[in-house]
């Protein structure tokens, strides 16, 4: 379980203010996630990555921000023109993009006051 | 549109008694379909997927081209079973934007 991890757990901000949630993983693998999982909504895909210094945009991208400068790591900005930034964020990893199971981070619950 | 639809929000059975969760997708290639499980403060963890064919904690699913359905099944349900189960689909694999999609998923309770 500890192959990859998230923080903060819980994380407050005002309203109009970018905050990044943090996501590493020490797997060794090639693809990174990040979904935001609301109830009823499921798991919705925001943005994922197959390879270091790419990424594309997943199902609901507008308003947030990635970057993959390391093969470990995958950063989510979560910016003020995201319209309902509250909800709790999952990131995973896996070997390669190419339907491989997927390793799930602990999640960070983002609330914004 | 939803590729995969897990009709059911909310499912609850008895101890013992057989369970099915549904999961419907829409795909008209060659799919690769999963089930993940999130128990109680814990991960969400891969279940099984259809390519592997496998039991695991007494779970199995069956591809069904037809009826583009992937459901899983237990004939006899625990109480550590109660859990939220996703079912997932796989499109484009093999090139840069082949990705997961998950379906809504099912809260699933096992009264005693």
């Known amino acids: 379980d500890g192959g990859i991890t998230q923080s903060p757990k819980y994380l407050f901000r005002k309203e109009g203010q970018n905050v990044t949630l943090s996501c590493e993983q020490n797997l060794n693998h090639d693809a990174m996630y990040w979904y935001r ?6 798991l919705r895909l925001i943005y994922y990555s197959q390879i270091v210094n790419d990424f594309q945009k997943g199902d609901i991208a507008e308003g ?3 970057s993959r400068e390391k093969k470990e790591s995958f950063p989510l900005t979560v910016t003020s023109a995201q319209k ?12 390669s993009g ?5 390793y ?3 999640g960070t619950r983002l609330t914004v006051l | 549109a939803q590729r995969v639809t897990q009709p059911e929000k909310l499912l609850s059975v008895f101890k013992g008694a057989p369970v099915e969760l549904k999961c419907n997708y829409s795909y008209s ?4 379909l999963f089930w993940y499980v999130q128990y109680s403060r814990q991960r969400l963890q891969l279940l ?3 390519i592997s064919r496998e039991s695991i904690k007494g779970f199995t699913a069956d591809l069904n081209k037809g009826e583009t359905s992937f459901h899983l099944k237990k004939p006899f349900a625990q109480e ?14 093999g090139s840069t934007l082949g990705r997961l999609y998950f379906g809504r998923g099912t809260q699933l309770t096992v009264w005693p």
């Open chain 1, 64 to 66: 947030y921000s990635v």
């Open chain 1, 98 to 102: 190419d339907g491989d199971t997927q």
């Open chain 1, 84 to 95: 309902n930034p509250t909800a709790f964020y999952l990131c995973a990893s896996s070997m």
């Open chain 1, 37 to 42: 999982q609301d109830p009823g909504q499921g």
């Open chain 2, 29 to 32: 290639g060659s799919p690769e």
């Open chain 1, 104 to 106: 799930f981070g602990p």
């Open chain 2, 80 to 93: 550590e079973d109660s859990a939220m189960y996703y079912c997932a689909l796989i499109i484009d694999r």
């Open chain 2, 48 to 50: 099984l997927r259809h």
